[in-house]
Every structure is written in C-alpha cells, then in structure tokens.
C-alpha cells in the first residue's frame, strides 16, 4: 500500500540553522508529493508539492526535490526563522489523480532565538 | 488563503454520549470535504470523504453507523460521534475542496476527549 517515512521529532534548532527533514515514501508509479505545515492553534498548511520525478517545490525558502530513484522528498531551508516553529507532514496522493491524502506522522520544530 | 473553521476546538464527554463536530467553509464553497483522525504521534488518517447532498464514502475499517457525516450544504459538513466510548478519544480534522482538483484546505482541529 502506499505509506509516508518521515523523521520524528521533536527537533529544536537556533535561529539561521540549516534543516532538513527526510521523507521517504512508497508507492506505485508516480505519486505527487506534498509537503505541510501546521503553526500552533491552526489547521494544516499546504507549503510545497512537486508531482513529478525531478520536479523541485519551493515556497517561504523552503524547498523540496522529488526524487523517484530513492523514492524521496527530503525538506530543506537553508536559515530557519523563529517563525518557522510548527509541525511539518510529508504526504503524497497516489498516482492516477486520487483525491486521497497518506500522510507521515509529522514532524515538530522548535526554532530558539 | 481559504478558511476553514471547526467547533468546537475542545470537548469533553462522557462515555455513552453523542457528540457533534461542524466544519465549515468560511469563505468559499467546498464541494468536498474530507475528514481525517488522528492519534498522538501518528498520522492523519482519512476517515470519510463526503460530498454535498450524497452520502459519505467511508474508508476500509471506519464504521459509517458510529461516525455519521452530514455534508447537507456547500459550506458545512458534521461528524457526529455516537455512543462515544473512550478509545474514541482523538484529534479529529476536516478540511475542504472548493473544487475537483482543488487544493484541500484544513480546519484546525477538534480536540476530543471522551471519559
């Protein structure tokens, strides 16, 4: 079945620090792949998707490359804010224009000043 | 962006009770909406889809008769939890399409708690 890897935190980091958060993914053909954002007392946010192999999201600094050969959509920002503190989800719609979200279970970053 | 409201954000029950959850869309019309659960440190999983004026799709494993969805206009859907039991205890979510290949817009929550 199709299912969603990501890795868990929670991951505290300071203000300008690199991240990265790995999404691996598994799935039949060519899913599209998304990723979310969650800030405290709000309803997810769609932050980036890419449906293709090789496409790149980007969005808020933030970017994503859809990469079918090791079947992942790994997030990186290059200098996190403090704004950026919230619970970030890989999910992907399968392959064939499903309306059907798989998420991963979600990933909370702290951002100290 | 597009809003999505849930109430309410918190409650409490007893067990044995019904309990009613609105989502609605504030500022755009959903011709879908989709409801999902989620426990600590999991995903969300996707409990039904409902379309307006049709009956709910539920998934594999969901019971229709325990979980009721109305999704009677284009703005509001309802989840009603019925004889709710403490393993009911969730965080339940809604979101909302305005169309077919839309983007799916979140509420923030419901926060249930059923003891």
């Known amino acids: 079945g199709n299912s969603v890897t990501q890795m868990e935190g929670p991951v505290t980091l300071s203000e300008e620090a690199f991240l990265t958060i790995n999404c691996t993914y598994t799935?039949?053909?060519?899913?599209?792949l998304f990723w979310y954002v969650q800030y405290p007392g709000e309803g997810l946010q769609l932050l980036l998707k890419?449906?293709?192999?090789?496409d790149k999201g980007s969005n808020k600094g933030f970017e994503a490359t859809y990469r079918k050969e090791t079947t992942s959509f790994h997030l990186e920002k290059g200098s996190v804010q403090v704004s950026d503190s919230a619970v970030y989800f890989c999910?992907?719609?399968?392959?064939?224009?499903?309306?059907?979200?798989?998420f991963g279970k979600g990933m909370k970053l702290t951002v100290n000043p | 962006g597009a809003v999505v409201s849930q109430h309410p954000s918190r409650v409490i029950c007893k067990s044995g009770t019904s309990v009613k959850i609105e989502c609605r869309s504030l500022?755009?019309?959903?011709?879908?909406m989709f409801w999902y659960r989620q426990f600590p440190k999991k995903s969300l999983m996707l409990m039904a889809t409902?379309?307006?004026?049709?009956?709910?799709?539920?998934e594999q494993g969901v019971e229709k008769d325990k979980f009721l969805i109305n999704h009677a206009s284009l703005t509001l859907s309802t989840l009603t939890v019925t004889s709710a039991h403490p393993e009911d205890s969730s965080f339940y979510i809604c979101?909302?399409?305005?169309?077919?290949?839309?983007?799916?817009?979140f509420g923030p929550g419901t926060r249930l708690t059923v003891t």
């Open positions: 979101s909302a399409r305005e169309s077919l290949a839309g983007e799916q817009y």
């Open positions: 799935a039949t053909g060519y899913p599209s």
């Open positions: 890419a449906t293709k192999a090789d």
């Open positions: 999910a992907l719609t399968p392959q064939g224009g499903s309306e059907k979200l798989v």
């Open positions: 500022d755009f019309q959903a011709t879908t």
């Open positions: 409902s379309n307006e004026g049709s009956k709910a799709t539920y």
